[in-house]
């Protein structure tokens, strides 16, 4: 079923922006109760192929991953290579970057919105899909994170 | 059963300050494909009992909410008056203020949130249930609201 511009309005994450991954992922682990899982990093450029702003960077990040009822909250500790993960902990701090929704047609979406002016901010590849971070914020006041994943399932970065 | 300090790690809603609810709903609903929802006003002060930072505030605001999945996003309009939603308008700009959690036992969740260096934001009462807000922000990186419900249901402000 076709539901608005990106096919689904189902919120599959909230991604948080923090300086320190280690001490904030022990710190939600103690408050929720859960185990704290592992900070992982995202992929060299080479695999990656992230783009940021339209050009190649050398942007790396340390993702941590929590099962909050039906969506994930993502902890992103960026590093210091160009990002829109970096950018916005220097002008904004730590909070609140995106949520995220998983789509179908990946290439069709990100066109369908940079046609509407939300332009693509940062993109790359993780095992077994792809991620599309698209400026929204002046429509929507938040980033969206759009995911497409090979078996189409919820996870990704 | 027991999870954390919540008793749950079930995110309900996602939180959004904007300036104009009336502008950011339309724009919400057009590009999901869904109905856009009433914006309706919180109950005056004599109902409502708010209080900001200890402090009885005649603040309101009006709410907006859409069903994204198992989740909803609320739009919130803040007034002039003193309140968490008008500082983060005034200090933040619109954004993500707050994800949110359905607690059994207010009282007692929110003196566990105070005994953890959390202090009490924001209270207030809606129609069926009541709400808190709560700094958890130097921990978590997001503010966390606080919502019983006394039906045991979801909804809320």
Redesign the interface.
């Known amino acids: 079923m076709?539901?608005?511009?990106?096919g689904t309005?189902?919120?599959?994450q909230?991604g948080?922006?923090?300086k320190n991954i280690e001490h904030?992922s022990q710190?939600?682990a103690?408050?929720?109760?859960?185990e704290k899982p592992p900070a992982n990093l995202t992929d060299t450029l080479d695999k990656a192929q992230t783009k940021y702003n339209g050009s190649p960077t050398e942007a790396r990040a340390k993702l941590a991953f929590?099962?909050?009822?039906?969506?994930q909250?993502e902890?992103i500790e960026p590093d210091e290579n160009p990002s829109t993960w970096r950018e916005y902990l220097d002008t904004?701090g730590?909070?609140?970057h995106h949520?995220a929704f998983v789509v179908k047609d990946m290439k069709g979406t990100v066109a369908k919105l940079e046609s509407r002016n939300m332009p693509l901010i940062q993109k790359g590849e993780y095992t077994g899909g792809r991620y599309a971070y698209m400026d929204?914020?002046g429509?929507?006041?938040?980033i969206l994170e759009l995911l497409e994943n090979d078996n189409g399932g919820g996870e990704g970065n």
């Open positions: 076709s539901k608005g511009v990106l309005n189902v919120v599959t909230v948080i922006i923090v904030t710190t939600f103690d408050f929720f109760g859960v929590f099962d909050m009822g039906q969506i909250i902890l904004h730590e909070g609140v949520i929204t914020f429509d929507l006041k938040v």
